[in-house]
């Protein structure tokens, strides 16, 4: 692997999504990332479902769940079993030549294994360690439990995404955990560089809450400095209008839309054909249609709902209006745009075959973007861990293996 | 200023990203960069978006502006002028990073490219953020939030099944797609450092909806099932699955459900019902049920109360708070979260601290600056312009 980060030496103590998203960036980056679990596939049987094993490849079904290996592309896997002492030293021996620990368990369990930052202080003195606990390390909440929907449900997201006339909702799938993954990655790279400056290591607190209240932040300073209590808005805006999403033909077909300015609202009157709306004095400022959103919505949707939604988009984006198509995870399959950035990218999966990954947002000049390998196979790293890494004679590494310290293949739990 | 240096201590950022994408800008800062933010003589759109305190328009008292651009010094510069230009490409010799979100192809055409700024900072990491990336079929499409999260697949998948999709609150994907820059203007570091070339980052705030998508995208391709909207719930196909993760309304508000997946016989302790078991075979199979019994019990209990009592169980349930609920948690509160920041002209503003605690690196809240506000520090201290020649730089229009 190959990247701005080779070189650098991630552990990843991970579960559910957010600490391995964390680990994914990193190893995307070229960073030798890896993830090491519990001898159990209890990480990947709650989700196993994935399609049959491909022709000429073993029946193991924990290595083909697909979100899984979209979490841990470019990662090498080994299981070693923390409880055990030797488990234990075992592990101690990889921190010390590892620059960063990157850790998501619930908040006591890595005190009670004793491998807590002060624990790894001791084999590596300038050991980063990120944790990644749901609320934090300190307070009244430290030792609450929850996964990303729950933390949505506390910063106040779920209270201001939804429908205005129904309880509160919530942003589809990960956005908490996807979020706090992605900081966390910058904060260790933060923290290498700060390492390589200083000498010196250190402990970092990633609350995946107050990593998603920085999005908060206008709704929580108008509560702080005004009182007041914001609402959802279904898909209207607080100032701008129209702003919405329009039905099309079609089954659950829609566009996007918004109007920013007085220009953009002259160049919507032309697009769905009623010039005659941007001499209306009532209409003429952002207030003026705000005001009267209601009634500017049917006239638009009079038009959209006559037309396909993507012709929509295209017919409002030549008239000089931000539009796009509502798209399903099929047409974003399919999407020309998203095709010519590759954002989808291919990877081959020894048991998967051909898989694809969501990138990182950005494309470098230098070719440094993309995913830096498929997800790994349960065990793959574990030659790369005891003899490469470890530098451990073959007969030691068979020793491990046979005392079941490490394992290849997953135990039943 | 006797705090101790931040991270990213040393790296200087010239900041023109605009709006919501000012918060790569902000990361940087609070990481302790050094972060100019360039501004139009008219100041940042952000400027003048709601809500303000007391909720008077005014550039320096928008909530969004004094967030992003907290820890920032500010300056302004006419780019559309050629001593603007000038002027910004002096500044770029001193920078490390530049960071920028202005429409595809308009930098280029005031001479001021990647490329352009290239011959006055050979190792320059700069990162160009948008909606739709600088090329591409979509490239010189007019952008906006909800346009990017529509495209990118995130917004179809949030909101109800039987009614229309639902667009999730504010500026979420741009500010994804602000940090996604961020990390990779870190990267540009790291590559810049080991090797002494820059690079130049295209981010796209399509491409940042669609990597919060998860897997949806695998199971589209592996199983050819198009995953649609749930409402609140988190749903599965298989009917074995954990349930439930939803919410749900209580006596005074709201809460989130959630199972125990090592141990589902922990909702029917907490329910009081022990027939409520018998729905843990299938429980995603029985999620209606299940929303009724829990439904008929939290009816009678008030959101702190069910949270509480749910977590001593270790069930992982959590409150639906309200944003005037959070900035008045005891929880943040304790762990001084919120940061009480003195501002000239809005007066203490209680807003966000840390995205992360840095132990041995701390978190710089600072300020956002006024408009303007470090014109002549900056270009002193950048620079080493003393008053005369910044004089001389009004006089000829580079600051507007």
Redesign the interface.
Known sequence: MT????DIRILELTTA?AGPVAGA?LAD?GADVVKIEQPSARGRA??I???PPREGAPDRPYNRV??Y??LHRGKRHVAIDLARTEGRELYLELVADADVVVENFSPRVMGNLKIDYPDLKLVKPDIIL?SMPA??K????A?????G???????????????VD??????????C???AG??????A???V??RN?TG????????M???E??????????????????M?L??R???LAP???Y?CTGD?A?????V?NDE?WAHLCTAIERPELANDARLATTEGRHEHQDEIDALIEQWTSQRDHHEAQQLL?AA??????????????G????Q??G??EFREHPE?GR??H?????????G??GVSGPGPTYGDGTDHVLRTLLGYSEAKAAEVESAGIVNRNPLPG | MAEAPGALDGIRVLDLASGSFGYAGRLLSGFGAEVVKVEPPDGDPVRSWPPFLDDEPHPERGARHLHLGAGKRGITIDLESEPGRRLLRRLVREADVLVESFDPGYLAGLGLSYDDLLEERPDLVMASVTHFGQDGPYAQYRGAEIVSVALGGYLKLTGDPDREPVKPYDDLTVGQAALHAAVAILSGIFHRDATGEGDLFDVSAVDAALFLLGGPAQTYYFDDEVTMRTGTRLLHPNPRFPYPSTLRPCKDGYIHAHQNYRHPDLLAVLLEDPSVDDLMDMPMGNADEIDRRMDAWLANHDKFEVVRRAQELRLPFTEVLTPVETVKDPHLEDRGFFLEVEHPEAGTVRQPGPAAFMTGSPWRSGRAPLLGEHNGEVLADWLGLEGPEIAALRAEGALG
């Open positions: 990247g701005p980060l080779t999504v960036v980056m709650t989700s479902g994935g399609p697909p979100f290996n979209e990120i609320f934090g300190t307070g009244p909440y030792d609450r439990g929850s996964y929907p729950g933390i949505d449900a506390m910063s106040g997201l779920s209270h201001l995404t939804g429908y129904r309880p509160p909702g919530k942003p589809a799938n990960f956005y955990d996807q979020n992605l900081t966390a990655a910058f904060a790279m933060a923290a560089r700060h400056r010196e290591g250190q402990y970092i607190e990633l609350s809450l107050e990593g209240l920085q999005v908060l932040a206008p709704a929580l300073i108008d509560a702080a400095m005004n009182g007041r209590e914001q959802r279904g898909n805006h607080a100032w702003h919405g999403i039905r659950d829609w566009v996007a839309l918004v920013e953009q984006q000089g209006v931000p539009a796009g198509a509502v798209l399903d995870v099929a047409e974003v399959h999407d020309a745009h998203l010519h950035r954002s989808l998967m898989f694809p969501t990138r990182t947002a950005w494309r470098s000049r230098r440094n973007h």
